[in-house]
């Protein structure tokens, strides 16, 4: 907070500075505010030129973070304990709520990687993180009735969520190379 006040600070009295002293040459100096064409022109294109550079590729940038977002909610998704461990004395019926709906939440955001890939090359990742996924969901579909099923295979869920986690970590470094 009061490194934020000192840096405003600074930079008021640098602008007050900057402008006392174009006011000076205005009235000391007599051929200050006379320039010639090529004097203005070239600082046109200058502008231009630095104004295309910093904008270039700008686009691809931002499109590549939204997909870096959306495998990080993937690798959160699964990586939480409720992808791979359930308590078998829970509530089933609450419990099977969960599970599809988090079950819901990783297929949307891998159809939104689908998309992604395609332009960004990551298809065969994607692939590997959805062929994963569809087994496990395999897994829990045919046994969410039986919670105490599923509390005993953690450590095969957890190779899922593991596998899952480290193809997104290949594919978000992929994404800056």
Excluded at 59 to 87: P, Y
Excluded at 133 to 158: A, G, N, P, Q
């Amino acid at each position: 907070m009061k490194k934020d006040c000192l840096i405003k600070i600074a930079v008021g009295i640098l602008c007050a500075f900057t402008i006392g002293v174009g006011i000076y040459n205005g009235f000391v100096n007599d051929t200050f505010f006379t320039t010639s064409l090529t004097q203005v022109l070239t600082l046109l294109i200058s502008l231009c030129i630095v104004f295309w550079a910093t904008q270039y590729k700008n686009d691809q940038r931002k499109v590549k973070e939204h997909a870096e977002g959306i495998i990080e909610k993937v690798q959160i998704l699964v990586t939480r304990e409720e992808f791979f461990l359930f308590n078998p004395l829970g509530d089933k019926e609450e419990t099977k709520k969960k599970i599809m709906a988090n079950n819901r939440k990783i297929s949307n955001c891998i159809n939104v990687m689908q998309q992604y890939s395609k332009s960004l090359g990551f298809e065969e990742d994607v692939k590997y993180i959805e062929t994963e996924f569809k087994e496990y969901k395999e897994m829990v579909s045919e046994h969410i009735e039986d919670l105490d099923y599923l509390s005993k295979t953690e450590s095969r869920f957890r190779r899922f969520s593991e596998n899952i986690d480290s193809k997104c970590d290949v594919i978000i470094l992929s994404l800056y190379q």
